[in-house]
């Protein structure tokens, strides 16, 4: 079979499909247009986030078998259309799980600990201790929603700490030995800290507004390493500017670009960014990365071989 590849990854990849007997093409910097008048001549495509894999691209790929992300999510592809197409989606959410659970604890830590604050003081001369006491996690609560690869793997970097762990997922029965499963509900009465682990769907676009906001009893603290537009940034500042959120760490946002691969199209002249983002930089409790959370060294090889194990599982059923 041959894979056309369009986004550059792990050599193992390329190396173990060609082992395992596939011919593999890279094109890392032709148009969509261009790929999709070549795509009808390939059985499988490996994409990261390049560009969205739409309806008329999938019309185009009279012979493709299979689309492998290399990542977690599938929101790029039209998945109703490719399952139409009897096209197989691959994705590798196994693969940089760890990866976010650390990256989301990371966070968590930092904000409670000030430690982005403290250390740009430091390096200013200021010795600021009292402005700069923190907060323990032992005791609080910290509740999930989304409580799939990603939930699971942060779940299981709290046991360490003398937390309760909530989740609350659309699946029934997926709590376990690291987290209870509640009602949302239950979840917005009881959090100290929340955290997102949601895809990226039609329930979740703006997920957390001003009504979802409100609803919870206590002021908390929001953890979003899942997906940007989950988050309504107006209501998100609106909620840090009076208290109801204590802080933010945001390995997302709402403004990135689909191929997550860019923060903002180019400002034409004259046009600012969002005022919503500009107030996100300037605060000291609001903690920011540009979508690296499964962006290890080790997660570039896991996600890579992921892909290559489950390329190489569904190639058998078609013989």
């Keep these: 079979m041959k894979i056309?590849?369009?986004?550059?990854?792990?050599?193992?990849?390329?190396?173990?499909?060609?082992?395992?007997g596939f011919t593999n093409h890279e094109d890392y910097s032709s148009s969509k247009s261009e790929i999709e008048a070549k795509i009808g001549d390939y059985d499988g495509l490996i994409i990261r986030s390049r560009f969205s894999i739409d309806k008329s691209f999938l019309e185009a790929a009279q012979n493709l078998k299979f689309i492998g992300r290399v990542g977690a999510g599938l929101e790029n592809i039209d998945g109703e259309y490719a399952e139409k197409k009897g096209v197989h989606l691959i994705s590798a959410p196994e693969g940089n799980r760890n990866a976010v659970g650390e990256h989301t604890l990371g966070m968590l830590l930092s904000l409670f600990n000030k430690l982005n604050k403290a250390d740009s003081e430091v390096r200013q001369g200021?010795?600021?201790r009292e402005d700069n006491r923190g907060l323990e996690l032992d005791g609080k609560t910290v509740g999930l929603i989304g409580y799939g690869n990603m939930?699971?793997?942060f779940a299981k970097k709290l046991r360490g700490f003398?937390?309760?762990?909530?989740?609350h997922d659309i699946k029934t029965g997926v709590g376990d030995a690291n987290a209870k499963q509640v009602i949302l509900e239950e979840l917005k009465a009881k959090a100290d800290v929340l955290s997102l682990h949601t895809p990226q769907t039609k329930l979740t676009l703006n997920m957390v507004n001003s009504d979802f906001i409100s609803g919870f009893k206590?002021?908390?603290?929001?953890?979003?390493?899942?997906?940007?537009?989950?988050?309504?940034?107006?209501?998100?500042v609106s909620a840090l500017k009076t208290g109801k959120i204590l802080g933010a760490g945001l390995d997302v946002l709402?403004?990135?670009?689909?191929?997550f691969e860019n923060l903002f199209k180019k400002l034409k002249k004259g046009e600012e960014m969002p005022s919503a983002f500009r107030y996100l930089i300037k605060s000291q409790n609001v903690l920011l990365t540009p979508h690296v959370a499964g962006w290890t060294i080790e997660s570039n090889i896991k996600l890579a071989q992921t892909i290559v194990d489950k390329i190489e599982t569904f190639s058998k059923t078609l013989h």
Excluded: M
């Design 4 to 20: 056309l590849h369009l986004d550059s990854n792990h050599p193992l990849l390329i190396n173990q499909l060609n082992d395992l």
């Design 254 to 259: 709402e403004y990135e670009k689909t191929s």
């Design 126 to 128: 200021k010795w600021l």
């Design 218 to 236: 206590k002021p908390f603290w929001l953890i979003n390493t899942a997906r940007g537009k989950s988050v309504f940034t107006e209501d998100l």
């Design 162 to 167: 003398d937390v309760d762990v909530l989740c």
């Design 151 to 153: 939930g699971k793997a």
